[in-house]
């Protein structure tokens, strides 16, 4: 089969995947030398009554729930939309931060919906890969024949609406969705015109096979994320020091800093320097993360740096060697350690839940299902919307069967009997106000109380808080 790009980018409710809902797709197909494929696909997916927009969001995306509505199809729809004419064999799926944003919430969306979470984006030879860390590692190494944008105070920047700006690129409406991906196609266009073979090497980086032969080779590697300092590019030198927990990808040691420093600290201490907070400065965070071969990592030979990318990124070369072998001495005994810190954030993060922990939208990642529950996902979609009130399906996961009737609620709501509408009712009303003072409805309504209090709002704001206004009295719960 012959591969080709789809180039794919998402406006959503919120940046919670676990909650909020995506609200436009679009898309363009091209081929590997980024020649149009087709026409693009632009659709919007409409708000179900159970889920209120961050007001943040419509006011930067500028579609309200109610054109959703209007102008939408179904997550169900959508989907089959989706797998039929969009996930073809040999799809490279591809955007601007998409691997970290716009896949979670297709992997969330396939979850509702009653298909599998990830073999969209692997099986049939697809794959996935993301332009932002080839932007990236390309600003760090080979800048040249690219106009770099500076944001406020002076620092670097490579948000897709300003690279566009400054290199002259179409980009009619950023934070549109079929404008962004249209942008991106061109700064691709752009990147292979001026770094053809860093464009062709990173492609490669989204097998897992090829990422592992490097950075397993037991040889510190150059390494680009957004988790590293923008000061220095998002970019280091790094050594691999083992699994993390349940082999959930691969523990990276930045070498720009002495892990001496580390051995003698305890499992807590290393994680309440691993948490993340922006406020910390990079010099006091623990220099490990967590690489995942198969999110497509920029990562390459140490060769690649030559003396003005070594320059440009403030690296001494004879530093990280001292540092690659002191963490030698470290050995086994930091591993175990960190292990153990690993566990510690883990069992925090569940606690604290990022969004509802109650909520099975949220629980995606707590397991995968077996080969029972697998086969029984195509019976849910093959279903008629008439046979779908008295569905009855033997799923193994608990998940599964709690999912089944917000999927008939929110896809099909005209085929709820009436014990099943007052069911549906019932979590609505849970959803969306319990907690009372803290509850969803209530702090969306003061959000939109200081939104709508601010000096200088345009007629368009001003449009778009009364329509969220409207939309949020429309799904108030009775009682």
Not at 251 to 256: G, H, V
Not at 405 to 425: D, H, I, K, M
Request: charged share 25%; aromatic share 10%; hydrophobic share 40%.
């Amino acid at each position: 089969m012959t591969p080709t790009f789809f180039w794919y980018d998402l406006e959503t409710s919120g940046i919670n995947p676990r909650e909020s809902r995506i609200m436009q797709f679009a898309g363009q197909r091209t081929d590997m030398n980024l020649r149009l494929i087709g026409e693009p696909i632009n659709v919007l997916i409409r708000l179900t009554e159970d889920v209120l927009p961050d007001p943040d969001a419509v006011l930067l995306t500028g579609i309200t729930p109610q054109q959703t509505l209007r102008e939408g199809i179904t997550e169900a729809e959508f989907l089959k939309l989706f797998s039929h004419t969009i996930a073809l064999p040999g799809t490279v799926f591809v955007g601007y931060n998409s691997i970290r944003f716009d896949d979670e919430f297709m992997r969330f969306l396939h979850y509702r919906n009653f298909y599998d979470p990830y073999t969209w984006q692997w099986q049939d030879s697809r794959s996935r890969w993301d332009l932002l860390n080839v932007v990236r590692m390309l600003r760090a190494l080979r800048p040249a024949g690219i106009t770099w944008p500076v944001g406020k105070e002076g620092k670097a920047t490579n948000r897709l609406e300003l690279l566009t700006a400054h290199n002259k690129l179409k980009h009619t409406a950023a934070h549109d969705a079929l404008s962004d991906v249209q942008a991106c196609i061109a700064l691709a266009r752009l990147i292979r015109r001026y770094q053809p073979k860093l464009f062709d090497y990173l492609l490669t980086m989204r097998d897992k096979k090829q990422v592992l032969a490097l950075v397993g080779s037991g040889q510190p590697f150059v390494y680009t994320s957004g988790g590293y300092p923008g000061d220095y590019l998002h970019t280091s030198v790094a050594s691999i020091i083992g699994e993390g927990v349940d082999g959930q990808g691969l523990l990276a040691y930045d070498l720009r800093y002495d892990p001496t420093v580390y051995r003698d600290m305890s499992p807590s201490q290393l994680a309440e320097r691993w948490r993340f907070n922006r406020e910390t400065p990079p010099a006091q965070r623990l220099p490990v993360k967590l690489l995942r071969a198969n999110h497509s990592p920029a990562v390459a030979p140490v060769n690649v740096l030559d003396n003005d990318s070594q320059a440009r990124l403030r690296l001494d070369m004879s530093t990280l060697q001292k540092h690659r072998a002191a963490l030698d001495t470290l050995g086994n005994a930091f591993l175990r350690q960190l292990h153990e810190a690993q566990r510690m954030l883990t069992s925090a993060q569940q606690l604290s839940a990022f969004g509802d922990p109650t909520s099975v939208d949220g629980r995606l990642y707590e397991g995968f299902f077996d080969t029972n529950d697998q086969q029984l996902l195509a019976v849910v979609r093959a279903a008629a919307p008439e046979e779908l009130g008295d569905l009855e399906v033997p799923f193994h996961d608990d998940r599964l069967q709690t999912l089944l009737p917000l999927y008939v609620a929110r896809n099909f709501p005209t085929q709820l009997s009436g014990g099943q509408r007052e069911s549906w009712e019932t979590f609505r009303r849970a959803r969306l106000l319990g907690g009372g003072p803290t509850s969803r409805l209530a702090r969306y309504g003061l959000r939109l109380q200081t939104l709508s209090e601010r000096a200088h709002l345009n007629s368009q704001q001003r449009y778009l808080i009364e329509e969220l206004q409207l939309y949020g009295e429309s799904i108030m719960p009775s009682d």
